[in-house]
Each structure stands twice: as structure tokens, then as C-alpha cells.
């Protein structure tokens, strides 16, 4: 079993909707989760970072953390072609070492 | 953000040559940096974490003397691929830890690009 498990997409949404991104992990003492947005050819970036169960907003972003279920989600409101981009989903395990998931492809369709 | 910056952003060099990649963290210091590789539509890879004032420690399958990790002070880890071959042509992303009470986060290098030809 993979450390973080992605679905890799392309997940295609259109303009204006809901983009809903889903991230399993499996290491339950995990504490921090973090979710990058990586448009092609350049570098992570973060998006948000969650540290407790529940609902974090920030703008047009949503992270949603359940550890006893073991998922991580980033919701995006109003989706906009320029959301499109490759979303890893990340955690912090032992050694202070990041974890991160292969990523999930966006496309928001004008 | 915090910002980390790379230089160079790109390099393309001979095969057999060594190329060194800088990161520095330009506004907070970073005990603690990190060096990644991402091949083209993989996910990244992360090669070794690099700690200020000792050895770099690396994952598991990378060659240290190959991958040689200099972190002389908190705010510059510098990266030597030696004796660079076409297979070493990758996407090499740095980034660097940033702590604020228990909370901790890590913030990235726009990348550097090397082609070994």
C-alpha cells in the first residue's frame, strides 16, 4: 500500500463548478497535511494546510481532514481554468520527511 | 509565503561534467532543506534532506558521492551533481522547512532544469 494514494485523473470540470480533490493516507500518527497545486514545468506551491479534523477555509479553498478515516480533500469553488494544474496531496511523517502523493490532474473547461 | 530561490533556473551541460545548483532561503533562516527530483509526469522524488552544520541524509538508492549536499549555512544548500550523465537530466526542486511553534511547513524553489547531453 502506497503512503498517499491519489487518483491520478484527469479530473475535467467546468468553469464555475465544484472541483472536489481526494487523498488517502496510511500513516495514522500523521499530524500535518498539506495540500500543492504544481502547474506544468514548474515547482510546488502551496495551497493550504490542515492540522485538524474538520473544515479549513481559505478563499475558494476548502481542505477537509478525517484521521480517523484517514482521508485528506481539497475543495474548489468557482473553478477556473487557471486552477488547472497537478494538486499533490502531502503529510508529514516520520523524520520530519514530507510524504507526498502523485498528484491529481485538474482541467477546468471554459 | 516564505520564499526560497534556485539558481540556475536552467542548465544544460556535456556528459561527464559536475554542475552545482543553489538554494537559498531569502527571508528565514532553514536548519533544514530539502532536495527533490521529478521526473516528466512523475511525481517528485525526494533524494536527500539536507541539515545545516551536518551530513545530508539521503533516501534510499541515491548515491551520495554521486549527489554530493553542501548546507554551509542557514540559508544556502547547494546541491553537486558529479560526473553528470544523460540519465541525470531531471526537474531538481529544493525546498526548505519552515517552523512556527509546533506547526511546520515547507516551501519550495522554482526548480532547476539540467540537460546532460
Known amino acids: 500500500q502506497k503512503e498517499v494514494e491519489q487518483n491520478s485523473g484527469p479530473l475535467s470540470v467546468p468553469e464555475g463548478a465544484i472541483a472536489s480533490l481526494n487523498c488517502t493516507y496510511s500513516?495514522?500518527?500523521?499530524?500535518?497535511f498539506f495540500w500543492y497545486r504544481q502547474y506544468s514545468g514548474k515547482s510546488p506551491e502551496l495551497i493550504m494546510f490542515?492540522?485538524?479534523?474538520g473544515d479549513k477555509e481559505d478563499g475558494r479553498f476548502t481542505a477537509q481532514l478525517n484521521k480517523a478515516s484517514q482521508y485528506v480533500s481539497l475543495l474548489i469553488r468557482d473553478s477556473q481554468p487557471s486552477d488547472s494544474a497537478t494538486y499533490l496531496c502531502?503529510?508529514?511523517?516520520?523524520?520530519?520527511?514530507?510524504?507526498f502523493g502523485a498528484g491529481t490532474r485538474l482541467f477546468v473547461k471554459a | 509565503g516564505a520564499v526560497v530561490s534556485q539558481h540556475p533556473s536552467w542548465v544544460i551541460c556535456k556528459s561527464g561534467t559536475s554542475v552545482k545548483i543553489e538554494c537559498r532561503s531569502l527571508?528565514?533562516?532553514?536548519?533544514?532543506m530539502f532536495w527533490y527530483r521529478q521526473f516528466p509526469k512523475q511525481s517528485l522524488m525526494l533524494m536527500a534532506t539536507?541539515?545545516?552544520?551536518?551530513?545530508?541524509?539521503?533516501e534510499q538508492g541515491v548515491e551520495k558521492d554521486k549527489f554530493l549536499i553542501n548546507h554551509a549555512s542557514l540559508t544556502l544548500s547547494t546541491l553537486t551533481v558529479t560526473s553528470a550523465h544523460p540519465e541525470d537530466s531531471s526537474f531538481y526542486i529544493c525546498?526548505?522547512?519552515?517552523?512556527?511553534?509546533?506547526?511546520?511547513?515547507?516551501?519550495f524553489g522554482p526548480g532547476t532544469r539540467l540537460l546532460v547531453l
Open positions: 525546498s526548505a522547512r519552515i517552523t512556527s511553534g509546533f506547526q511546520e511547513t515547507q516551501y
Open positions: 500513516d495514522r500518527g500523521s499530524q500535518s
Open positions: 490542515i492540522y485538524s479534523n
Open positions: 502531502a503529510f508529514r511523517g516520520g523524520g520530519f520527511k514530507t510524504i
Open positions: 527571508d528565514f533562516q532553514a536548519t533544514t
Open positions: 539536507s541539515n545545516e552544520g551536518s551530513k545530508a541524509t539521503y
